[in-house]
């Protein structure tokens, strides 16, 4: 079975410093790891990926993700944080067995102090 | 391209009444997926089609809803008959290749309450 964990509700982060999303994952293949972006009242965007490949996947913005096999994590990373980024932000994860369901985490508030 | 176009962007109703919402996809994906979103339950795929198949539905909570999708470019998601706990942020998206990269192309939303 797949699941993810987003053990961070809420991120407060003040503007120009690095960031930090949590993400760990469970999946019984190869995992297919994801964050999306979802401002106020919009529909989810899609940030980054990772199938295969480099462990460090580059995104839109400036966002930036490590694949952790060992930690089964996949952490969301920016090394300065702007006040537009606040937002909410879900890792999602799907096996490479077939099955075309991304499963979403519960999603991580981010909010950048000026 | 306009994106993935839902309607209505809101919807207010009262218990027992039927609702439809309605989905068009981007031009050329093949792929539909229904969510909802919810404070409790955060994102949740009820059902998606592929070729205007549907695929997998298991996610649909239990007879009230239907979703069909009678061409490439349109899907509905009906509740019939509604209830207050159905109250929440039903989602469209759309991908070119069955999902397969994770790249879904999200609409707006319809944000629907039932008194």
């Known amino acids: 079975a797949q699941s993810v964990a987003q053990p961070e509700d809420q991120v407060n982060v003040a503007e120009g410093n690095p960031l930090t999303v949590k993400c760990t994952y469970s999946v019984s293949g190869n995992p297919y790891l994801f964050w999306y972006v979802q401002y106020p009242n919009r529909g989810l965007q899609f940030l980054l990926k990772?199938?295969?490949?480099?462990?460090l996947v580059k995104g839109s913005y400036g966002f930036e993700a490590e694949f952790n096999k060992s930690q089964t994590s996949f952490h969301l990373k920016k090394p300065s944080a702007l006040v537009s980024d606040s937002a909410l932000y879900f890792c999602a994860v799907r096996d490479d067995g077939g099955a075309n369901n991304l499963f979403f985490g519960t999603g991580t508030r981010l909010t950048v102090i000026p | 391209d306009a994106g993935v176009i839902q309607s209505p962007r809101h919807e207010v109703t009262e218990m027992g009444q039927e609702v439809t919402l309605r989905c068009k996809p981007i031009?050329?994906?093949?792929?539909l997926f229904w969510y909802r979103q919810t404070m409790m339950r955060g994102l949740e795929l009820l059902i998606y089609?592929?070729?205007?198949?549907?695929?997998?539905d298991s996610g649909m909570p239990e007879d009230r809803f239907s979703a069909k999708m009678p061409n490439a470019s349109f899907s509905t998601l009906k509740i019939q008959p509604s209830e207050p706990r159905d109250s929440a942020v039903y989602f469209c998206?759309?991908?070119?290749?069955?999902?397969?990269?994770?790249?879904?192309?999200f609409g707006e939303g319809s944000r629907l309450t039932v008194l």
């Open positions: 089609f592929n070729n205007n198949v549907p695929i997998d």
């Open positions: 990772y199938i295969t490949g480099d462990n």
């Open positions: 998206a759309s991908s070119p290749d069955r999902g397969n990269t994770g790249e879904l192309f």
């Open positions: 031009s050329g994906h093949n792929s």
